[in-house]
């Protein structure tokens, strides 16, 4: 049986006295693309940031041999978890190249140059822009430099917090291959995005939230399929409104 790769076990996160994450519990395997869909203000975001390490939670969360309550989000990072925030976080003045170098601080200068080779040949766009400053790149383009200087690392779990997000659909469709070659390299993704019809395509597994509780949980293509879903993420409302009237 293979191991679980990430498990969240009743974890809850507040704001002062603002609970916005509130006892939730989430598996993944290895290999799986996992995906949370939710309105604004539903908590993915910060759940995402707390099983990175940038907010503290209440609860367990087990990484592959780790519990990340103990560890710092620098020895997370170096377990294999990586996170993508949702405005990306460049270096805006500094080249596509060298943020990519940065991406790969923790390997070696061999490796770093066989990564960066492998991350261009995943974004060739990346590989045409390399000396342009990420400050001056497209939306999609600072998505995928983004994207490019997490797997830098080499994450065993890459978290995308919106990847979509203010990005023309062509790009989106880019972007969404991409995190379908992230399984078949075996890296395993936990997906955040109000873009809930293209997440649900790529994703094995999917969590619906709301008001920092996960209200449905299951296959990717089941909860695609579940009515409440298609009339509030999915925009299927007068289509089922249309079914109604006619059954
Ligand atoms: P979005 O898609 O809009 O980013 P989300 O599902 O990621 O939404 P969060 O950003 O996690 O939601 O926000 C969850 C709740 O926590 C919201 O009610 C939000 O107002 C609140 N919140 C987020 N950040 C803070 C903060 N720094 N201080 C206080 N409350 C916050």
């Given amino acids: 049986m293979r191991k679980t790769l990430l498990s969240v076990n009743n974890v809850s996160v507040s704001y002062g006295n603002v609970e916005a994450v ?9 290999g799986e693309i996992v995906t949370i869909i939710g309105a604004n203000g539903a908590g993915k975001t910060t759940l995402l940031n707390s099983i990175m390490g940038i907010l503290p939670f ?28 949702e405005h990306r976080e460049l270096f805006t003045t500094m080249t596509v190249a060298d943020n990519l170098v940065l991406g790969g601080f923790q390997t070696s200068r061999a490796n ?19 000396s342009q400053l990420a400050g001056t790149l497209s939306g999609g383009e600072q998505q995928m430099l983004a994207m490019g200087r997490a797997l830098m690392g080499e994450p065993k779990l890459l978290m995308l917090d919106e990847p979509s997000l203010g990005l023309a659909p062509r790009i989106v469709a880019d972007i969404f291959t991409i995190i379908g070659d992230l399984r078949k390299a075996g890296i395993s993704v936990l997906l955040v995005e109000q873009n809930a019809q293209a997440a649900l395509r790529v994703a094995d597994r999917a969590y619906v939230m709301e008001l920092g509780s996960f209200v ?7 909860i695609a399929g579940d009515s409440r879903v298609m009339a509030s993420y999915l925009g299927f409302e007068q289509d089922m409104a249309h079914q109604e009237t006619a059954s």
């Avoid at 770093?112 to 390399?130: D, S, T």
């Avoid at 449905?216 to 089941?222: H, I, N, W, Y």
């Fill in 22 to 30: 509130r006892d939730v519990s989430l598996d993944i395997e290895p």
């Fill in 58 to 85: 209440r609860g367990q969360v087990q990484f592959g041999a780790n519990s990340l309550e103990r560890l710092e989000i620098e020895q997370r990072v170096a377990a294999g978890l990586f996170l993508v925030p």
């Fill in 216 to 222: 449905l949980s299951g296959s990717a293509s089941k």
């Fill in 112 to 130: 770093a140059a066989v990564a960066q080779e492998r991350i261009y040949a995943m974004f060739p766009r990346l590989k045409e822009r390399r």
